[in-house]
C-alpha cells in the first residue's frame, strides 16, 4: 500500500511569487484535503477536492486554489505570495462516499515553505 | 467556525506514567471526533474516529472517550513509553463542517 506523498519537502520563495505544492494520495483514496500549519497552530482546513473538484473551502483567499487529477492526485497552487505564507502544508487523503462518511484521514509528510 | 481547546497546551512525564489530555469542542451539530498522534519529523497517524455519545475506543495502551452532549473527549495514555512523545491532535466535525483541528497536546516521555 503505497501512502501519500508530497513534494518538494522544502521549497523558499520570494514574496509575490507564485508556488505549486503536490500531492499523491494514498492507493484507493478519492478525497483529498490541503491543510496550513503555521508556528503554534493546528493545521488549518484549506480546502478538500472530492471527483476532481472542490466540495469545501476553509477560510482561506482566492489566491490559494487546487486541482485534483483523474488519478486522485492533487496540487495546491499560491499566487501573490505573502510572508504569513511561510507555514507547513500537509496533504491528507481519505476514502469518501459508499458510507465512508468517518474515514480518517492519511497525512504526507508535508511541505514547508518560507518566504522571505 | 468550530472553537476547539486542548489542555494541557504540553506535558512532561516520566516513562511509566499515566496520563491523559482534553479536547473540548462545541456539542451542537456533532457528527464526529478524530484524534492524531505526529510524532516529530513524520506525518500526522490516525488513532481513533468516534462518533457516538459514551463512544470509547482502545489501541494497545492509548483509549479515549467521547461526551457529546457535553462536548470534550479525553485520550488516555497508560504506562507512557519514550516511543508515546509526540504531539496529540483533537479534530471535530460539525454538520456538513470539514474537520477542525485544536492546537495539539505536546507529550514529553523521559525515559
Known amino acids: ?116 | 467556525i468550530l472553537n476547539v481547546e486542548q489542555s494541557p497546551q504540553s506535558l512532561h512525564v516520566q516513562e511509566g506514567d499515566s496520563t491523559n489530555f482534553t479536547c473540548s469542542f462545541p456539542s451542537s451539530n456533532f457528527y464526529a471526533l478524530h484524534w492524531y498522534r505526529w510524532e516529530t519529523a513524520k506525518s500526522p497517524e490516525a488513532l481513533f474516529v468516534m462518533t457516538l455519545n459514551g463512544d470509547e475506543k482502545k489501541k494497545g495502551r492509548i483509549s479515549a472517550t467521547l461526551n457529546t452532549k457535553e462536548g470534550y473527549s479525553y485520550l488516555y495514555i497508560k504506562g507512557s513509553q519514550p516511543e508515546d512523545s509526540a504531539t496529540y491532535l483533537c479534530a471535530p466535525k460539525s454538520g456538513f463542517q470539514k474537520l477542525v483541528f485544536g492546537t495539539g497536546t505536546r507529550l514529553l516521555v523521559s525515559p
Open chain 1, 1 to 116: 500500500e503505497t501512502g501519500v506523498t508530497q513534494s518538494p519537502t522544502h521549497l523558499i520563495k520570494t514574496r509575490g511569487q507564485q508556488v505549486t505544492l503536490r500531492c499523491s494520495s494514498q492507493s484507493g483514496h478519492n478525497t483529498v484535503s490541503w491543510y496550513q500549519q503555521a508556528l503554534g497552530q493546528g493545521p488549518q482546513f484549506i480546502f478538500q477536492y472530492y471527483r476532481e473538484e472542490e466540495n469545501g473551502r476553509g477560510n482561506f483567499p482566492p489566491r490559494f486554489s487546487g486541482l485534483q487529477f483523474p488519478n486522485y492526485s492533487s496540487e495546491l497552487n499560491v499566487n501573490a505570495l505573502e510572508l504569513d505564507d511561510s507555514a507547513l502544508y500537509l496533504c491528507a487523503s481519505s476514502v469518501s462516499g459508499g458510507g465512508s462518511y468517518n474515514s480518517p484521514l492519511h497525512f504526507g509528510n508535508g511541505t514547508r515553505l518560507t518566504v522571505t
